[in-house]
């Protein structure tokens, strides 16, 4: 059995291994770990300690999954689809166990329902080879799932929810632009810390996307008294979607519905699990909220007794385990890879959510590796250079294009783009077809660029709207991020009370806000703050370096150039900064 040596706050699942070389832990782990003489590894986010390396065959499987998202998401289409229907007469095959014994949810008093015997036959007839295959996939998954619903004091057996949401595939993306294990739309996932942007997609990030479904899902649970079934309905459809629809059924329209004895039976269980099954038979939930629980249900049963069902004994896989390079400065997993002797496919798949296979600029990012390559590939991916860490492109000049213009487009001057093509005769025009090498950095540049571009583009169009349609998913707090504007003013311009909820299609007001007045800060602030200043640049002015630290990212950090660096410090390269070392900032 694996030892958690994280203390699991915010789900520490991942990161450094330890493995015959100790590696420090990260912050949230019990105690630190002592180092060997072999160099020490930046804490990472997140640490689990391993007795045995996972078997890459099945890494390289999971990162082949994503050549197989479209047929989960076909299976899945057809999951949300199915409608359940009147099946006859109970079979009595669940009777053979103690439902009530296997599940910490509650499986046995609903094992018979109809829509649960429906997509317990849909799971074993037309799914059954995707079934099959997401069952393979749920033990690599399964103890960091598990161990996030403990910490936040939920049933263990919600972990079948991301089998039913996505088949437990990390790229997995709905029509309605749902993406990840946990299929959550953009909005909400910002809500949860997870960054969505041209860089990022953290919905596609296993841990960052279960830590955060696990906060969701607990805050649902609370927000309906502890029914997990009424929880999982609005985890699909919206918590709006479910109050207003309790909200109808406890007006006495329910009467329509359901007989006297059902309205007795709802009085005495007004917010449990039960309410769930009698809202589904009203008009008020969408058809397929109306079935999440019954596939949730039916998905569990089977994934607790497989062979019960007429699916083979799911083979034993290595849980989701991984070693983690820090980078200071934008990196390719191309190059991660090479350097770290680690097969490309593999480092792919570990890092579905860096989506344009490079770490954005800024920050600390995290690159993950198998098991037992962190150390490696962290001196490796130290020892390069700001433009070897990025994999140049070539330009193939175009009719009329110049080195000025093709330099603008990347970032660069003509004197840079002809230093790096030192063919070219800069006084000479260039000719059409002509190929010029851009390095790296450049290319994040215009990235960077022509993001900010789009951006900026977007916000304008929005604002000359004036109105935001109200998307699934969206919340009203998202939304006046958006548009930089307070959750009061969006309800002010929009007339709306303190407890009116948005629905998907709504239009809203997103413009004539007037800004507050800024007042005149006083003398004495300003003098304040100054001081601050001046004493954290004193404090500065010496630097011990930090493994994966590097002079362009010291330079950046304390707004100096690398040249004055150098020179302070009568270094004459720029690489090989070792660790330990204490330069002098130059003021």
Known sequence: ????????????????????????????????????????????????????????????????????????????????????????????????????????????????????????????????????????????????????????????????????????????????????????????????????????????????????????????????????????????????????????????????????????????????????????????????????????????????????????????????????????????????AKVGGVDPTVIGGLNPHFLRGITPPGGTWWIRVPVGFGVAATEAVAALSPDERIPGQVHVVRKKETLRSIGRRYGLSAAELAHFNPRINPKAGLKAGTELRIPGLARVRSLAAADERQTTAARARATARGTHRVRPGETLGGIARRYGMTVAQLRAVNELGAKSTIRAGQRLRVGGIRSAPTRPRAAATVRAEAGSKAAARSRAASHVVRRGETLSSLARRYGVSVEALMSANGLRSARGLQAGRRLTIPS
């Open 1 to 336: 059995m694996r030892r958690w040596l994280a203390g699991l706050s915010g789900l520490t699942v991942l990161g450094c291994a330890v493995h015959p070389v100790a590696t420090v832990p990260g912050p949230d782990a019990v105690e630190a770990v002592p180092a060997v003489e072999s160099p020490v590894v930046p804490p990472a986010p997140d640490l689990i300690e391993v007795h045995t390396p996972p078997d890459t065959a099945v890494l390289r499987r999971l990162a082949s999954d994503s050549l197989q998202d479209q047929k989960d998401m076909e299976i899945l289409e057809r999951l949300h689809e199915a409608s359940a229907t009147p099946a006859g007469e109970p079979s009595g095959m669940e009777a053979e166990v103690d439902l009530a014994e296997m599940f910490d949810i509650n499986v046995a008093r609903y094992a018979e329902h109809d829509r649960v015997r429906f997509y317990l036959d849909f799971f074993q007839g037309p799914a059954r080879e995707r079934m099959a295959i997401w069952l393979g996939r749920l033990p690599v998954y399964e103890p960091m799932i598990r161990a996030a619903l403990v910490e936040h004091k939920l049933p263990q057996d919600l972990v079948y929810l991301a089998l039913i949401e996505s088949g437990y595939s990390n790229t997995a993306v709905s029509r309605s632009k749902a993406v990840g294990m946990w299929q959550f739309m953009r909005p909400t996932a910002r809500e949860y810390g997870m960054r969505v942007d041209h860089w990022v997609d953290e919905r596609r990030d296993p841990l960052k996307a279960t830590r955060s479904a696990a906060r969701f899902l607990a805050d649902l649970t609370r927000r309906f008294n502890g029914s997990y079934y009424l929880a999982a309905a609005a985890y699909n459809s919206g918590g709006g979607t479910v109050s207003r629809g309790l909200r109808k059924l406890g007006s006495g329209v329910e009467e329509d519905y359901f007989g006297d004895e059902d309205v007795e039976d709802l009085a005495e269980d007004a917010n449990g699990d039960d309410r769930f099954f009698h809202l589904s038979d009203s008009r008020y939930l969408r058809k397929e909220t109306k079935d999440y629980v019954p596939k949730l249900i039916a998905a569990a049963m089977i994934a607790k007794q497989p062979t019960k069902y007429g699916f083979g004994p799911v083979p034993p896989a290595e849980p989701f385990a991984v070693d983690s390079v820090p980078v200071t400065e934008p990196t390719s997993l191309e190059v991660v």
